[in-house]
């Protein structure tokens, strides 16, 4: 292990800090490399430690009294640093002018909206201004049926919700109408097709008798019998004459 001990009386190095090559730093010993790394570690994580526990006051004592030692490259690795620290944490919110904050805001859908408005309460604040709500709104013909008040916010957003709540509704009420609908009308057709079936399965067929048309109108016996009756009239007709031809004869004989 390297030791070295070093005594300051009034200004003067002694001389085993002379000896040992460090009279010119108070810190670290000049001759030796690998210590003098090891020994500097040790003394960052000294202060490191001890800037983690000061106050706000003490760290701001202690950076007043190091910025005057800074060089021209010193200051400009600082001023780029916590300007890169910056920029990677920085709300556009906060930096952007309002106007322009709500035009990027208007390119989200309501779901995007919905979600933004969960990052924190600035966006939230955002996200609920009827400036971005009423559009939306408006594109739909919704429109708030009262009068919102000076300072009152969300009015539109709570009026897009409810409108969309309402549509989920009536399309689910309307897609169970429209399956009990179907449902019934299968059921009417597997009724009927059951109602054939039966009806098919107990009606037997009426055996013809065998001196009998099956056909129960027939047409050719009408025909067959006006034939008849028209032959029997005319048979009848002839038969009378006759027996008036031969009265009268007989009366003349």
Avoid at 82 to 108: G, M, Q
Avoid at 244 to 250: D, H, I, K, Q, S
Wanted: proline fraction near 4%; charge should be positive; glycine fraction near 4%.
């Amino acid at each position: 292990k390297y030791t070295t001990t070093m005594t300051m009386a009034g200004g003067r190095v002694s001389s085993s800090a002379s000896a040992s090559g460090c009279e010119k730093s108070a810190w670290t010993p000049l001759n030796n490399a690998a210590a003098n790394q090891q020994l500097f570690g040790e003394r960052m994580a000294l202060l490191r430690s001890w800037f983690t526990n000061w106050s706000d006051g003490q760290r701001e004592l202690c950076l007043s009294t190091l910025v005057p030692l800074f060089n021209d490259r010193q200051v400009h690795h600082v001023y780029s640093r916590v300007a890169r620290e910056r920029v990677e944490h920085a709300d556009f919110t906060r930096l952007l002018p309002r106007c322009i904050s709500l035009y990027i805001f208007s390119f989200l859908d309501p779901r995007s909206l919905c979600r933004s408005a969960v990052v924190c309460w600035y966006w939230k604040m955002l996200c609920d201004l009827d400036d971005l709500w009423a559009p939306k709104c408006i594109r739909f013909s919704w429109l708030l049926p009262y009068q919102p008040a000076e300072f009152e916010q969300g009015a539109w957003k709570r009026l897009y919700v409810m409108k969309v709540e309402s549509l989920r509704l009536a399309a689910a009420a309307r897609r169970v109408a429209e399956e009990e609908e179907a449902i019934a009308r299968a059921t009417a057709e597997r009724r009927k097709e059951l109602a054939r079936k039966r009806k098919a399965v107990t009606t037997v067929p009426a055996q013809a008798h065998i001196w009998r048309d099956p056909d129960p109108k027939p047409g050719d016996l009408e025909k067959f019998s006006k034939k008849i009756r028209t032959s029997a009239k005319e048979t009848d007709d002839s038969f009378l004459a006759g027996l008036v031809t031969g009265a009268t004869l007989v009366r003349l004989a």
